[in-house]
Protein backbone atom coordinates (compact mmCIF):
# COMPACT_ATOMS: atom_id res chain seq x y z
CA UNK A 1 0.00 0.00 0.00
CA UNK A 2 1.56 3.18 -0.91
CA UNK A 3 0.20 6.95 1.22
CA UNK A 4 1.17 10.19 0.21
CA UNK A 5 0.76 12.66 3.16
CA UNK A 6 0.53 15.99 2.36
CA UNK A 7 1.06 19.12 5.20
CA UNK A 8 2.01 22.63 5.08
CA UNK A 9 -1.04 24.23 4.03
CA UNK A 10 -2.34 27.43 5.64
CA UNK A 11 -3.84 31.20 5.46
CA UNK A 12 -1.38 33.55 4.28
CA UNK A 13 -1.79 36.92 2.65
CA UNK A 14 -0.49 37.78 -0.77
CA UNK A 15 3.07 38.25 -1.17
CA UNK A 16 3.89 35.53 2.23
CA UNK A 17 5.67 32.22 1.33
CA UNK A 18 4.53 28.44 2.58
CA UNK A 19 6.34 25.04 1.68
CA UNK A 20 4.38 22.04 1.72
CA UNK A 21 5.70 18.82 2.32
CA UNK A 22 4.52 15.45 1.02
CA UNK A 23 5.70 12.44 3.23
CA UNK A 24 5.60 8.89 1.54
CA UNK A 25 4.91 5.61 3.03
CA UNK A 26 4.29 1.81 2.27
CA UNK A 27 5.45 0.29 -0.47
CA UNK A 28 7.48 3.37 -1.92
CA UNK A 29 10.41 4.98 -1.73
CA UNK A 30 10.30 8.66 -3.76
CA UNK A 31 14.02 8.06 -4.48
CA UNK A 32 13.03 5.65 -7.36
CA UNK A 33 9.63 7.66 -8.20
CA UNK A 34 9.04 10.54 -10.46
CA UNK A 35 6.53 13.20 -8.30
CA UNK A 36 4.42 16.10 -8.92
CA UNK A 37 2.46 18.32 -7.34
CA UNK A 38 -1.12 19.34 -8.94
CA UNK A 39 -3.66 21.85 -7.53
CA UNK A 40 -7.34 22.39 -7.96
CA UNK A 41 -9.69 25.65 -6.84
CA UNK A 42 -12.76 25.12 -6.10
CA UNK A 43 -15.17 24.55 -9.23
CA UNK A 44 -12.32 23.84 -11.58
CA UNK A 45 -10.70 21.04 -12.80
CA UNK A 46 -7.04 19.92 -11.33
CA UNK A 47 -4.14 21.29 -12.75
CA UNK A 48 -0.14 20.78 -12.82
CA UNK A 49 1.84 22.59 -11.04
CA UNK A 50 5.40 21.08 -10.62
CA UNK A 51 7.16 17.63 -11.54
CA UNK A 52 10.86 16.54 -10.88
CA UNK A 53 12.28 13.41 -12.13
CA UNK A 54 12.96 10.66 -9.93
CA UNK A 55 16.93 11.22 -10.22
CA UNK A 56 16.39 14.98 -9.51
CA UNK A 57 17.45 15.42 -13.22
CA UNK A 58 15.03 17.83 -14.63
CA UNK A 59 12.18 19.72 -13.08
CA UNK A 60 9.32 21.16 -15.07
CA UNK A 61 6.44 23.95 -13.60
CA UNK A 62 3.13 25.41 -15.06
CA UNK A 63 3.67 28.60 -16.81
CA UNK A 64 1.41 30.27 -13.78
CA UNK A 65 3.99 29.41 -10.91
CA UNK A 66 7.62 29.58 -13.02
CA UNK A 67 10.14 31.35 -10.91
CA UNK A 68 7.81 31.44 -7.68
CA UNK A 69 7.57 27.52 -6.90
CA UNK A 70 9.92 25.37 -6.61
CA UNK A 71 9.82 21.24 -6.39
CA UNK A 72 12.47 19.52 -4.20
CA UNK A 73 12.74 16.14 -3.12
CA UNK A 74 14.46 14.59 0.07
CA UNK A 75 15.35 10.88 -0.44
CA UNK A 76 16.47 10.34 3.38
CA UNK A 77 13.57 11.50 4.57
CA UNK A 78 10.93 10.41 1.54
CA UNK A 79 9.54 13.48 1.38
CA UNK A 80 8.91 15.62 -1.59
CA UNK A 81 8.72 19.60 -1.15
CA UNK A 82 6.65 22.36 -2.56
CA UNK A 83 8.40 25.97 -2.07
CA UNK A 84 6.05 28.74 -2.76
CA UNK A 85 7.00 32.18 -3.14
CA UNK A 86 5.22 35.39 -3.72
CA UNK A 87 1.96 33.68 -3.05
CA UNK A 88 -1.43 35.21 -5.07
CA UNK A 89 -5.19 35.02 -4.45
CA UNK A 90 -5.38 32.97 -7.34
CA UNK A 91 -3.03 30.19 -5.69
CA UNK A 92 -5.74 29.54 -3.80
CA UNK A 93 -6.62 26.00 -3.82
CA UNK A 94 -6.14 22.61 -2.76
CA UNK A 95 -2.54 20.79 -3.42
CA UNK A 96 -2.29 17.39 -4.45
CA UNK A 97 1.02 15.03 -4.13
CA UNK A 98 1.56 13.27 -6.63
CA UNK A 99 3.77 9.97 -7.52
CA UNK A 100 4.70 7.95 -10.37
CA UNK A 101 3.49 9.58 -13.42
CA UNK A 102 4.55 12.28 -15.63
CA UNK A 103 2.94 15.03 -17.49
CA UNK A 104 0.62 17.53 -16.78
CA UNK A 105 -2.20 14.86 -16.78
CA UNK A 106 -3.60 13.86 -13.56
CA UNK A 107 -4.52 10.78 -15.06
CA UNK A 108 -1.24 10.23 -15.89
CA UNK A 109 -0.57 9.86 -12.24
CA UNK A 110 -0.80 6.83 -10.23
CA UNK A 111 -0.43 7.64 -6.45
CA UNK A 112 -2.13 10.66 -4.97
CA UNK A 113 -2.37 12.16 -1.33
CA UNK A 114 -5.13 13.72 0.10
CA UNK A 115 -4.56 17.05 -0.53
CA UNK A 116 -3.76 20.11 1.73
CA UNK A 117 -5.50 23.75 1.19
CA UNK A 118 -3.68 26.91 0.49
CA UNK A 119 -5.83 29.80 0.96
CA UNK A 120 -4.27 33.80 0.05
CA UNK A 121 -6.19 36.39 1.62
CA UNK A 122 -5.32 39.50 -0.93
Known amino acids: QVQLVESGGGLVQAGDSLRLSCAAS?????????MGWFRQAPGKEREFVAQMRWNGGSTFYADSVKERFTISRDNAKNTVYLQMNSLKPEDTAVYYCAAAGWGTMSSAWSYWGQGTQVTVSS
Open 26 to 34: GRIFISGYN
